[in-house]
């Protein structure tokens, strides 16, 4: 009872930006995303992921080790990234571990290139959540994606998601989900919409952003909508969808203003960030960053234990100057960082249940 009052009071505190009270806030770890493995399957455009060759990545004991450091700080829920997680042959092995855990949310998020053939795998080993990437429309999304048939790899996969999940009345939500809001697909918005609609899936969406690590070196200037009626256009449809069939786009609509102000070059940082006081990073190789992939890792589990790292001087050191956007800034726009002034109004009408 006593640490729920004090998360409560520490969120009131994160809200208000009250700087000189900021070292009464505890860490409230909600999220951990957990990059299984750095190599990937697809070609992407707007990533450089694929590139890499990534070996001597945590064993399936050392990831098992990393879940049970997680829930022992008692963070809530995981979502295994990649480069491609079903790369990782034990993928079913450390969803169930993280299942036998009790983690509240289990998701992973993939390309699809390999969904159809684990998908029975992801299923009967507890995941949650299964978020897949899709770019565009058939060959549009396969021109991004860099891989020929990639589009329809991706939609069976999630077909035959969709059919275990009705046949075993298994609780799975999969979202769609495009990496967007891209020049080369921004067109076809409407038309992927349409296409969860029919699946009966959600639709979300992604920012490109130069400054995280996936998108370090793509071509921006060349992938990124300039044309302001058109951003005009689509964030006007996205609310009017969002309003009309609010279970198919959950994305809330101060985001949703967020992400016009983005591509409009408007300032996009006018909250206070507090990933560092609710989610942690775990990479490939055991390291540990503090809630967002830019900053620098503060640690690794090869070496020394979750708890002690989040718990070090160092931690509170940089979550504090994450929080002011002393960084280089990324696009991560969870409801976490919305403005106090616009709080409630985000409680009243931007819930995404």
Not at 16 to 43: H, M, Q, Y
């Amino acid at each position: 009872m006593q640490l729920r009052v004090k998360k409560k009071l520490g969120n009131v505190i994160l809200y208000l930006g009250l700087r000189k009270l900021l070292k009464f806030v505890p860490l409230d770890l909600e999220w951990a995303n957990i990059r299984v493995t750095e190599n990937c399957n697809s070609k992407c455009t707007t990533c450089y992921a694929w590139k890499n060759r990534s070996i001597n990545e945590l064993t399936t004991e050392e990831m098992k080790d990393a879940l049970h450091q997680l829930k022992d700080v008692n963070v809530k829920n995981v979502i295994f990234i990649g480069g491609e997680p079903l790369l990782r042959d034990d993928i079913g092995t450390l969803i169930r571990e993280a299942s036998l855990l009790q983690f509240d949310s289990i998701i992973v998020v993939t390309n699809g290139l390999l969904l159809e053939k684990k998908a029975e795998e992801l299923l009967k080993s507890g995941v949650t959540h299964i978020t897949v990437s899709v770019d565009g429309v058939g060959h549009t999304n396969d021109i991004i994606r860099g891989i020929p048939g990639s589009y329809e790899k991706a939609i069976e996969g999630i077909k035959k998601i969709q059919r275990l999940k009705n046949n075993g009345k298994i609780s799975v939500s999969v979202t769609l989900l495009t990496t967007i809001l891209l020049n080369q697909n921004v067109d076809e918005i409407p038309k992927l919409i349409e296409i969860s609609k029919n699946l009966k899936i959600h639709w979300l969406f992604n920012l490109l952003d130069p400054n995280l690590d996936i998108f370090n070196g793509i071509p921006f200037s060349e992938l990124i909508v300039k044309n302001e009626k058109k951003i005009d256009e689509t964030i006007h449809f996205l609310k009017e969808t969002r309003r009309k069939h609010p279970w198919l786009i959950p994305t809330c609509n101060h985001i949703l203003e967020y992400a016009r102000n983005y591509l409009k070059g408007r300032d996009r940082y006018n909250f206070h960030c507090i990933h560092g006081y609710k989610m942690v990073y775990i990479g490939a190789h055991g390291e540990v960053w503090p809630g967002c992939w830019i900053m620098k890792p503060i640690g690794n589990l090869r070496k020394d234990r979750l708890h002690d790292i989040i718990w070090s001087k160092r931690h509170k050191e940089i979550v504090q100057k994450m929080y002011f956007t002393k960084c280089s800034g990324c696009t991560n726009r969870y409801e976490f960082n919305i403005l106090f002034k616009h709080l409630v109004s985000h409680k009243l009408f931007c819930s995404t249940k």
